[in-house]
C-alpha cells in the first residue's frame, strides 16, 4: 500500500532562518507531488506541484521554492524565513496520468517568531 | 483560472439532522473531478466523496451525497443524520488535466448534541 510521510510535524523558527520540509511517498511510481499552505480563514493554497522529477511549477510567487530530487521525495525550502510564512503546510500525491484521489500527509506546523 | 468557492464559513446542525455544504465552481475544461474532503481535528485531510463530471448520477458514500449541477457549476453535500464525529473542516475541491487540485476556503462544520 501507498504511504506518505512528511516531517518535522512542527517547527519554529526565527525570522530570516531557513526553512526545508520534506515529503516522501513509498509504495507508488512516478507520482504527482504537491506542496499546500493551509492559512486561517484562506483554505488550502497551492504553492508548487510537480508532475516529474525537475518539473515544479510555482503557483505564488515568494520566497519558497521546491525541489524534486528524487523520484518520490518533495522537498519546500526557503533561504530566509519571514513572518508571513507561518503556517500549516501539507504534503500531497496523487498517481500520474489520472486525476483521481489526492493523498495527504500529516503536514506540518510553521511558526516564524 | 479555475475558481472553487464556498460561501459558508461556518455551519451548526442538530445530532442526526441533515446538513447542506456549498460549493461552486468555475473552470473551461469539460472534463475533470470535484470532490470534498474532511479535516477533522487531527487536521489529516480525508476524502469524502469524489465526483467525476462527467457522470450525471450523483454520488453517494453511506450517509454523504452530492448534488452536482454541471450546468450551474455548482457541487453541494449533503451529509444526512449527523454524528458527532462528522464535526471538521470541510473543503471543496477541483481537478482537471492540468493536475492541478484547487480547494475553497473551508466550511467549518459543528455537529451539535
Known amino acids: 500500500s501507498q504511504t506518505i510521510h512528511q516531517w518535522p510535524a512542527t517547527l519554529v523558527q526565527p525570522v530570516g532562518s531557513p526553512l526545508s520540509l520534506e515529503c516522501t511517498v513509498e509504495?507508488?511510481?512516478?507520482?504527482?507531488l504537491y506542496w499546500y499552505r493551509q492559512a486561517a480563514g484562506r483554505g488550502l493554497q497551492l504553492l508548487f506541484y510537480s508532475v516529474g522529477i525537475g518539473q515544479i511549477s510555482s503557483e505564488v510567487p515568494q520566497n519558497l521554492s521546491a525541489s524534486r530530487p528524487q523520484d518520490r521525495q518533495f522537498i519546500l525550502s526557503s533561504k530566509k524565513l519571514l513572518l508571513s510564512d507561518s503556517g500549516f503546510y501539507l504534503c500531497?500525491?496523487?498517481?500520474?496520468?489520472?486525476?483521481?484521489?489526492?493523498?495527504f500527509g500529516e503536514g506540518s506546523r510553521l511558526t516564524v517568531l | 483560472a479555475q475558481t472553487v468557492t464556498q460561501s459558508q464559513p461556518e455551519m451548526s446542525v442538530q445530532e442526526a439532522e441533515t446538513v447542506t455544504l456549498s460549493c461552486t465552481y468555475d473552470t473551461s475544461e469539460n472534463n475533470y473531478y470535484l470532490f470534498w474532503y474532511k479535516q477533522p481535528p487531527s487536521r489529516q485531510m480525508i476524502l469524502v466523496i469524489r465526483q467525476e463530471a462527467y457522470k450525471q448520477q450523483n454520488a453517494t458514500e453511506n450517509r454523504f451525497s452530492v448534488n452536482f449541477q454541471k450546468a450551474a457549476k455548482s457541487f453541494s453535500l449533503k451529509i444526512s443524520d449527523s454524528q458527532l464525529g462528522d464535526t471538521a473542516m470541510y473543503f471543496c475541491a477541483l481537478v482537471s488535466g492540468t493536475y492541478k487540485y484547487i480547494f475553497g476556503t473551508g466550511t467549518r462544520l459543528k455537529v451539535l448534541a
Open positions: 509504495g507508488t511510481s512516478n507520482p504527482n
Open positions: 500531497a500525491w496523487s498517481q500520474q496520468g489520472f486525476t483521481g484521489e489526492l493523498f
